[in-house]
């Protein structure tokens, strides 16, 4: 048996894959960058084939020589989520992928299943209230705008479990990502709510579900032959993409918690007890037992990618630098980063991006500036929010490619007022993947850790009563603007009806 170890991990923006040993060394990575489909105000979707299973291939070429092929030893493979792929009976996708909280499409669905089921007996049993983040809506919205998808539909997929199920031929699911299917899983049963579900899903079978690091199944001759990996390589079931950036950062016991720097910033807090907030989402953890309450922003690097994109593509650098070399507090610029809605803790789908202040002395650096503020206001937002439900952090790691720069992770230190370590590591979700293959096929100890902290961001005294005036603006900035927004929303879904 071989001792290599593959993690494929598919993000919002782009698919990444790392190959690396029991010990944690790295032996190679690739990236993939793809594009998402915004056919209307509120929809946000990826081609299952054209983008996930691409990407798949793409990143095994690229990355496996003959010689790595023949020495691997398990591969798993995390995804943006909760989303979902209808597919036929022989795992053809049926339509583009429906994605996570960013695609707001299913608002009326989410009203009729509040009517049906009770939002108090949701949120008890399910452990998140619904939102646009919830599979269960988007379900019943395929059923009902598309009949023709929903009747050829027998099966349904995350990003993780799709390419699973074209490796293996299994149908699994991991119990993290099946928490987050409101209300389809019930949270204290660890299994499906069978009877939620039934009255949703009209007769399409669940999958069967597993632990993110339990191996699913090996790679079959079809599998092998689509992707060019060796037959026979065990699978582990994988897992949220967030989920998998926690664990390969060492965020997996009480107290921990992550700050996930990418298209959208998403926070996760680890916990050994049940615990549910109307404004959080609360989750099975990668390990049995654990539970995590949970946040995210819609967008985070998303929003400076646009304004990267509005000045004829700017390198990011030289756009960091403007940002950088403007005042804190953008020289009273303040924005709203709700450019696709907001996840929590507003749960608010026709929220809208607001920029506050503007003069004609501003420059692009102080919108730069406002739009990484932002990002660091709607954190302080949901850590403010996780410390009301009851839980405080005893440590926070950041993650992902905006936590190596150094500017973006101090502004949120310096917004949010918290301490954030940096790992040696922050290649992210694939790295975590990595470590759950090596977990599953037995190569290292369940507990098995491979993280190094490497750095500290403080939050700096000198800016932190401007903060706290800035986050008082923000509040009210978006409760005086909240009737307008939602117009406005409305109007852009009519232009397009």
């Not at 036929?88 to 429906?98: F, K, T």
């Not at 009480?254 to 549910?276: E, H, K, N, Q, W």
């Amino acid at each position: 048996m071989g001792e290599l170890l593959l993690g494929l991990d598919i993000g919002t923006a782009s698919s990444k894959a790392v190959l690396a040993r029991p010990d944690g060394s790295i032996v190679g990575t690739a990236r993939r960058a793809h594009r998402t489909s915004m056919p209307q105000p509120g929809w946000v979707e990826h081609d299952a084939m054209g983008v996930w299973w691409s990407d798949v291939r793409a990143l095994c070429d690229e990355l496996l020589s003959p010689q790595t092929r023949g020495d691997l030893a398990g591969v798993c493979v995390s995804g943006i989520g909760p989303c979902v792929v209808p597919c036929d009976a022989e795992g053809r996708p049926l339509r583009p992928a429906i994605l996570y909280g960013i695609d707001a499409r299913a608002h009326e669905e989410i009203e009729e299943l509040n009517r049906r089921f009770d939002e108090d007996q949701i949120l008890r049993r399910g452990g998140s209230m619904l939102s646009s983040q919830a599979i269960g809506p988007k379900l019943l919205w395929l059923q009902r705008h598309e009949p023709d998808v929903w009747r050829h539909t027998a099966r349904w997929y995350m990003a993780s479990s799709f390419v699973v199920a074209r490796l293996t031929g299994e149908y699994v699911l991991d119990h993290h990502s099946a928490s987050q299917c409101d209300p389809l899983y019930d949270l204290e049963a660890g299994d499906w709510a069978h009877d939620w579900a039934d009255e949703i899903t009209g007769g399409v079978p669940l999958p069967t579900l597993a632990w993110p690091a339990e191996v699913v199944g090996t790679v079959t001759a079809r599998g092998s032959d689509d992707s060019g990996l060796p037959p026979g390589v065990p699978v582990v079931a994988g897992t949220v993409d967030a989920w998998a950036e926690a664990c390969s950062v060492g965020v997996r016991r009480r107290g921990d918690m992550m700050l996930m720097y990418g298209s959208t910033m998403f926070i996760i807090a680890v916990d050994d007890a049940p615990r549910v907030h109307p404004k959080l989402w609360s989750t099975a953890g990668v390990d049995p037992g654990t539970r995590c309450p949970a946040a995210g922003m819609a967008t985070s690097g998303a929003v400076i990618e646009w304004l990267r994109e509005l000045a004829a593509d700017v390198p990011v650098e030289e756009l960091v630098a403007e940002a950088a070399g403007t005042a804190p507090g953008a020289d009273g610029v303040l924005m709203l980063p709700y450019f696709a809605g907001e996840r929590s803790p507003l749960f608010d789908p026709d929220a809208r991006g607001v920029v506050a202040g503007l003069t004609l002395s501003h420059r692009r650096g102080h919108l730069a500036r406002a739009a990484y503020e932002a990002t660091g206001l709607g954190v302080r937002h949901n850590l403010e929010t996780i410390e009301r439900a009851g839980w405080t952090p005893r440590r926070i790691v950041a993650v992902g490619g905006g936590a190596t720069g150094g500017f973006w992770p101090q502004v949120i230190s310096d917004v949010a007022g918290v301490t954030q370590l940096v790992p040696e590591q922050t290649i992210g979700a694939s790295y975590g993947d990595a470590l759950m293959a090596a977990i599953g096929t037995g190569l290292v100890a369940p507990e098995t850790d491979w993280t190094i902290i490497n750095g500290r961001i403080a939050p700096r005294e000198d800016t932190r009563r401007l903060y706290d005036r800035q986050y008082g603006l923000y509040r009210r900035l978006y409760d005086d603007t909240l009737d307008i927004s939602h117009e406005l929303a409305a109007l852009q879904r009519e232009s397009l009806a």
